[in-house]
């Protein structure tokens, strides 16, 4: 969070003098065309940290607009989970509807987004010890026999599936149709509920009770309540 704070700075430094949007004079055979690179309705396609997909856009006027979009997909903002000194590795499957506001203070390609989104994503975690190798839950440490394989196993999700969300944005006119776009931000989701499963470990109270502290520490972790946002994409206006 401390990088889109300084990102924010530093966009609103670069921004306060960028123009805005406004009519171009176009001399062609015929004399001098005039067209707007503010066009009220577009569409984009987008790629990011929670999946790839789309949106339409509409604005009211060169200072307010509003988007709703959907993304969905294999692709995870994080390559693995950590706690305790263990590292769990993730795969997420993303599902997200947002809706958001856009607001341009200087009606140019820059943007301030606020919104919501129903986020109905899984979370699917786990280690693996390997062939000979040895799993750590809690702390400790737990080794297959020879020629077995430990691994541990489990989903996150989140119980707020109705999301806020705060960003920046930019999104500058390539011609008077067709633009760029990238958005950074996050969504607060709130602490996951998560569920562990031990396999290949016979089943013993010093195994379970280990089992269940790790879920707590995932549960806790605060810096699992936010969501960061990234992506990408290209947009034609109408």
Do not use: C
Not at 60 to 66: E, F, I, L, W
Not at 69 to 86: A, C, F, M
Not at 164 to 192: K, W
């Amino acid at each position: 969070m401390k990088n889109l704070g300084v990102l924010a700075i530093s966009a609103a430094v670069m921004l306060a003098a960028s123009p805005a949007f406004a009519d171009e004079k176009v001399v062609t055979d015929e004399g001098v065309a005039t067209f707007s690179f503010f066009k009220p309705a577009s569409v984009r396609a987008e790629v990011g940290t929670t999946g790839y997909g789309g949106a339409i856009s509409y604005s009211v006027n060169p200072h307010v607009g509003v988007t709703l979009g959907y993304n969905g997909g294999d692709i995870s903002w994080s390559d693995d989970v950590k706690v305790n000194g263990t590292t769990y590795d993730l795969d997420m499957d993303n599902n997200t509807a947002y809706l958001n506001a856009e607001i341009r203070p200087w009606a140019n390609w820059f943007y301030m987004a606020a919104g919501t989104a129903y986020l109905d994503n899984d979370y699917k975690i786990s280690q693996n010890s390997g062939q000979n190798g040895s799993v750590r839950i809690n702390g400790n440490t737990y080794t297959p026999a020879v020629g077995s394989q430990l691994s541990v196993t489990g989903k996150m999700n989140y119980k707020n599936n109705i999301a806020p969300y705060l960003g920046l944005g930019f999104s500058p006119s390539i011609t008077d149709r067709f633009g760029v776009f990238g958005e950074i931000g996050a969504y607060y989701n709130g602490n996951p509920e998560v569920k562990l499963t031990a396999n290949g470990i016979p089943s013993t109270p010093g195994l379970l009770a280990d089992v269940r502290a790790e879920e707590n520490k995932i549960r806790n972790d605060d810096k699992y309540q936010w969501a960061p946002v990234a992506k990408v994409g290209l947009s034609l206006r109408f």
